[in-house]
């Protein structure tokens, strides 16, 4: 049975409260706090989301930093002296218009209700540009909770989340930030990598770090969150050399999630119409979410707007020299920034299917080998019968050795196995039988040391021996 005739109608299956339930019941996610009423925006990884998440962040640094010649790897720290948000923008412009309902209180993000009914507001928009906007579509705008009308007016509500580190006087008049947003680290170690490892441009610098936003309005599970994980690639170009570059790390971070396993129909390729007065050109790559097509990643030519700004700020020269010609200038950037859970929730949302596999539904995920949280689950036929459990154990540790995601089960019959497994998207389920160990009446002795492979998208099975079993799944 191929992919597509197994599947029915994707509008009907991916849904997100089908999404959410799988992900609690089958330990992806679960809410954070879960036991005191959650926290809004905050999710956990359980033991399976953990896997997962991990084998996505894997794909990423091998595809931005292994297969690559000149980028360098960083792990800064959150914290950053509190003048980095100014230079970055971020304590000044770094907010969303916020209104609320007079009737139930509840608070709407203004630009993304606008959006629902067609109605674009820039980013750039002034308080009193938005507030004038907004008036004018007052009329079309009820509020999700209790169909009120009556809001306040729009306020722009600055994202950067305050701490008190460092602060004992207890009156927060010096907040330290959590990071508005991962690459800041990239830039204040730009001279750091300079200096230490002595990079030629064209080079990159990459990392995956945590960001806060106090959104108004957590929203799609982990779409919209207020702690989240940012994938990020920073490439230092020569002023001007940038538009090669550019194209070449668009469709390189495409290709990327067409080897995750999702699909190129489901992705689509969004340029900005109304750019940041420093930026050269922008691109975010959108997937087809159960709600619609969304942003999973920004690629953005930044021209030298960062490094000139912290330059200024910090009174530290950040310019570039040639070692051959003496050439100096101030590189441009080339970003690429990516929402880890963003593409995780893509991922789960582009390998679910319901189907009908031998007259029976399921639920499955057709995630990648590569990233499926479980390579292979191994398991006795019967659970009563030593010898069986025992070559099962031996099965299961060779290849955990080998491959450690791998799960053990012996619960219930080898059907509800299966349909566990599948719902978890474990792309090999290995039997040990009476043929493989040889033992009882009416055994195949061609068969000894022998195991049963069933393959979760088809259901076919096949005979490989215990002796090939590495290398056989190695080689898918
Ligand atoms: N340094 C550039 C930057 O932060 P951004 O468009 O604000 O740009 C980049 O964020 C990516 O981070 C987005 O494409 C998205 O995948 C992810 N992201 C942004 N806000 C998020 C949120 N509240 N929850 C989850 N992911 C988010």
Redesign the pocket.
């Known amino acids: 049975m191929s992919q597509e005739n197994t599947k029915i109608d994707k509008e009907s299956t991916a849904t997100m409260e089908k999404i959410i339930s799988l992900c609690k019941r089958r330990g992806f996610i679960y809410p954070g706090s879960e036991i005191y009423g959650g926290l809004a925006?905050v999710y956990d990884f359980g033991p399976l989301g953990f896997e997962l998440l991990k084998n996505i962040k894997n794909s990423w640094w091998n595809s931005v930093l292994y297969q690559k010649e000149n980028y360098f790897p960083i792990d800064s720290g959150m914290f950053k002296n509190p003048i980095v948000w100014e230079a970055s923008g971020h304590t000044q412009g770094f907010s969303d218009p916020l209104s609320e309902c007079r009737v139930c209180n509840t608070r709407i993000r203004v630009d993304k209700i606008l959006e629902s009914i067609h109605v674009t507001a820039d980013e750039k928009m002034s308080e009193e540009e938005i507030n004038i906007l907004f008036d004018q579509n007052r009329d079309k705008i009820k509020c999700d909770k209790c169909g009120s009308k009556d809001f306040t007016p729009v306020k722009k509500f600055n994202l950067l989340v305050k701490s008190n580190l460092g602060d004992f006087t207890s009156s927060g008049s010096d907040p330290v930030y959590l990071p508005?947003?991962?690459?800041?680290g990239i830039y204040l170690n730009y001279k750091n990598i300079v200096d230490t490892m002595h990079p030629k441009i064209p080079f990159g610098i990459a990392q995956i770090g945590k960001?806060f936003?106090n959104?108004i309005a957590?929203r799609n599970f982990?779409?919209?969150?207020?702690e989240?994980?940012?994938a990020?690639t920073q490439f230092f170009v020569k002023p001007n050399e940038n538009k090669q570059a550019y194209k070449e790390i668009r469709d390189d971070r495409f290709n990327w999630y067409t080897s995750l396993g999702i699909k190129p129909e489901n992705m689509r390729w969004k340029q900005h119409e109304n750019l940041v007065f420093y930026a050269s050109d922008a691109w975010?790559?959108e997937y087809n979410f159960p709600w619609g097509f969304d942003?999973?990643?920004?690629i953005?030519d930044r021209t030298n707007y960062d490094l000139t700004q912290h330059m200024e700020f910090s009174k530290v020269d950040l310019h570039y020299i040639d070692s051959g010609n003496n050439e100096k200038y101030i590189p441009w950037i080339l970003?690429t920034?990516?929402?880890?859970?963003?593409?995780f929730l893509a991922v789960l949302c582009d390998a679910y299917y319901e189907d009908d596999l031998g007259g029976e539904l399921r639920t499955v995920l057709k995630l990648d080998p590569s990233i499926a949280p479980y390579i292979a689950c191994v398991s006795p036929l019967l659970k009563n019968k030593q010898e069986l459990k025992d070559t099962a154990r031996d099965v299961f540790m060779m290849l955990k050795k080998e491959f450690g995601n791998v799960a053990y089960d012996d619960n219930g019959n080898v059907g509800k196995r299966y349909r566990r497994q599948d719902e978890i998207g474990t792309p090999y389920c290995i039997v040990i039988d009476f043929d493989t160990t040889g033992s009882g009446t009416d055994v195949n002795p061609d068969l000894k040391n022998t195991v049963t492979i069933r393959h979760r998208d088809t259901g076919a099975q096949e005979r490989v021996s215990i002796d090939e079993l590495i290398s056989f799944i190695r080689g898918k």
């Open positions: 925006g508005g947003e991962a690459c800041q960001a936003r959104e957590p982990l779409f919209r969150q207020r989240f994980e940012q990020d975010d790559i942003e999973i990643e920004g953005h970003e920034s990516m929402g880890v859970a963003r593409v």
